[in-house]
């Protein structure tokens, strides 16, 4: 069992940067991916970005990318997505989720059983 606790959401200003972490406790986190997730009201979850079991490779949602980047310390079991240039778009509840590791990184939100309680982020413009 993994649990996980995202801190580090908050109001910013469109053109900011927040920077949020992913707390995990319980068994280890060196064998699993993780990923981040965002929703919006009204809107369904989506993918953010995912990085696998030993930091070696990432996935980037295109509306992210190069602005967003994700990075993990397994030894400290904490997982990060630093995010530049914020858009009002990218106001959402922000989830940190787990799975174990396999082949290649997974974007669909159904595939990780681990999830934690989310923080918001709001862009304002």
């Known amino acids: 069992q993994v649990q996980l606790a995202e801190s580090g959401g908050g109001l910013v200003q469109a053109g900011g940067s927040l920077r949020l972490s992913c707390a995990a406790s319980?068994?280890?986190?060196?064998?699993?991916?993780m990923g981040w997730f965002r929703q919006a009201p009204g809107k369904e979850r989506e993918f953010v970005a995912a990085?696998?079991?030993?930091?070696?490779?990432?996935l980037y949602a295109d509306s992210v990318k190069g602005r967003f980047t994700i990075s993990r310390d397994n030894a400290k079991k904490m997982v990060y997505l630093q995010m530049y240039s914020l858009k009002p778009e990218d106001t959402a509840v922000y989830y940190c989720?787990?799975?174990?590791?396999?082949?290649?990184?997974?974007?669909?939100?159904?595939?990780?059983?681990?999830w934690g309680q989310g923080t918001q982020v709001t862009v304002s413009s």
């Open positions: 989720a787990a799975r174990r590791h396999t082949l290649g990184l997974v974007t669909n939100h159904n595939n990780y059983p681990y």
């Open positions: 990085i696998n079991w030993i930091g070696g490779s990432t």
């Open positions: 319980g068994r280890t986190l060196s064998n699993h991916d």
